[in-house]
């Protein structure tokens, strides 16, 4: 690990007494300042003190570090920067970079940091509040799972998964899954070669996560489908029955639902623009991937329709807008169109678009109407072709905003973004909406997904039976 050289440690020691940073809170912030020392020499960074604070954030993320760790340390280095001296373009000074490397334990090869560059308008007293760093736009190969490993025959193996279920069309999120537990798989097998593996080899596995890791019913369908697409999809191998390993029982899952008045409070706690996405997801019953990813082009104010495309099992549906949110909604509008034409000014190349439509659309990118209805705040670099993108709203933001305003309402029930979704379902039932107009409403493939609604609401059947000609 890193070490502090002396002349850096007293002027931070100075800093933290001057700030009033708590005594007990000292060891944490050098921790912090250690970490980045490591940090620092073994990535190539840019200039920028404030792009050096976001990548490292990114960093701790990688590292499951909590959102409260994270502000912590990006507050541990606002401070350290303002105990040190800037030249002239706005960089740590080469005497902290010649210190920092010549206190390294080991030498290391530059490696080039997982995220991309972005673009930063953050000031070096805005770096605490840089805890959502932009998310990578590599196409998959930042992901661990899918990152070359000891052996080069489970490598290709995952390799041909990959691109097997991206030939499906299948969603980013079962890639990362299948690939993830393919790796654990390997990793329990101890690298065996894949020519030699057998449908006992998944019966012991399976019975493994069962018996000895103890994981849920849910994880065990997973992990057992996973294995089950790379038998009958990659390696072309019989993969068995396996009736006859334990498998936890599925429980009776029932929705946690909000009611309008804790759906008030909610929203009251949060801020712009991460509100009116609660408000979405309320009003309309998105799931959050379905509401950051919406582009101009998705609402029909005339008509008062939202329209989904590309949602979950790349099933498109619409929806119709909440008419209060109307004004809210057309705010928003401006204020991407004020936000398009300063970007076209500034050299900006487009949004990211899906797959290969952008070569279908050349000017799509650059479209008003393909903007994202909820744009990142910043630009991203790609330093690939050196274009400057925007992306949409981090996902991971808006659940870390949405915690933060459940804390501050005191509510006794556990939310998530999706708890929104449940409320509209069914206070739609409340209002004794039909169970195939919600069927509709949601994007659900079967009427039985649906139904799981009704649990949440009273019953209001009358015990004696009659006859309809009797109403």
């Not at 050098?30 to 990548?55: A, G, T």
């Not at 487009?350 to 290969?356: A, P, R, S």
């Not at 991971?396 to 708890?419: F, G, I, N």
Request: one cysteine or more; aromatic letters at 10%.
């Amino acid at each position: 690990m890193q070490t502090i050289p002396a002349d850096i440690s007293e002027k931070y020691s100075d800093i933290l007494k001057k700030r009033a940073i708590p005594v007990s809170r000292h060891a944490d912030y050098r921790k912090w300042l250690r970490y980045f020392l490591d940090f620092q020499n073994k990535y190539p960074l840019p200039e920028s003190r404030s792009e050096q604070v976001r990548l490292f954030i990114l960093k701790l993320r990688e590292k499951n570090q909590s959102a409260v760790q994270q502000k912590q340390a990006a507050h541990a280095l606002s401070l350290f920067f303002q105990s040190q001296p800037r030249n002239t373009h706005g960089s740590t000074s080469p005497q902290l970079q010649a210190a920092s490397k010549s206190e390294s334990v080991r030498q290391h090869q530059p490696v080039q940091p997982t995220a991309v560059q972005a673009e930063s308008r953050l000031s070096d007293q805005d770096a605490s509040s840089l805890v959502t760093p932009f998310p990578s736009r590599s196409h998959f190969n930042d992901w661990r799972c899918l990152k070359k490993s000891v052996s080069p025959e489970w490598d290709a193996l995952i390799d041909e998964l990959a691109a097997e279920i991206k030939t499906r069309h299948y969603s980013r999120k079962t890639l990362k899954a299948y690939a993830d537990w393919c790796r654990n798989f390997q990793g329990y097998l101890k690298n065996k070669s894949p020519e030699g593996l057998s449908s006992g080899d998944v019966k012991t596995y399976l019975t493994h996560l069962a018996v000895k890791s103890k994981v849920s019913a849910s994880t065990q369908n997973q992990a057992f489908n996973a294995l089950l697409f790379l038998y009958r999809h990659i390696i072309k191998k019989d993969f068995g029955e396996h009736k006859d390993i334990p498998r936890a029982k599925q429980s009776r899952y029932v929705p946690v639902v909000l009611s309008r008045r804790e759906i008030d409070a909610v929203i009251k706690h949060l801020e712009y623009p991460y509100s009116l996405v609660v408000k979405l997801l309320y009003g309309c019953g998105l799931r959050l991937f379905e509401c950051v990813k919406l582009r101009v082009h998705n609402f029909n104010f005339d008509d008062g329709i939202l329209t989904i495309q590309d949602g979950k099992g790349k099933k498109s549906r619409t929806v119709p807008l909440p008419q209060t949110l109307m004004p809210e909604l057309m705010v928003q509008l401006e204020t991407i169109n004020k936000l398009h034409d300063d970007d076209l000014k500034s050299g900006y190349t487009g949004v990211f678009l899906d797959d290969q439509l952008e070569k279908k659309y050349p000017k799509a990118a650059k479209d008003f109407i393909w903007q994202w209805f909820f744009p990142q705040q910043s630009l991203t670099f790609v330093a690939v072709t050196k274009e400057k993108r925007r992306y949409h709203l981090n996902e991971r933001a808006v659940q870390e905003a949405l915690y933060e305003a459940v804390r501050r309402a005191k509510l006794t029930k556990r939310v998530t973004s999706h708890t929104f979704r449940h409320s509209f379902a069914t206070h739609l039932l409340h209002a004794n909406y039909d169970i195939r107009t919600i069927q509709t409403l949601l994007g659900h493939s079967d009427v039985r997904t649906t139904m799981i609604y009704t649990h949440c609401i009273p019953s209001k059947t009358l015990k004696e039976a009659k006859s309809p000609l009797d109403f």
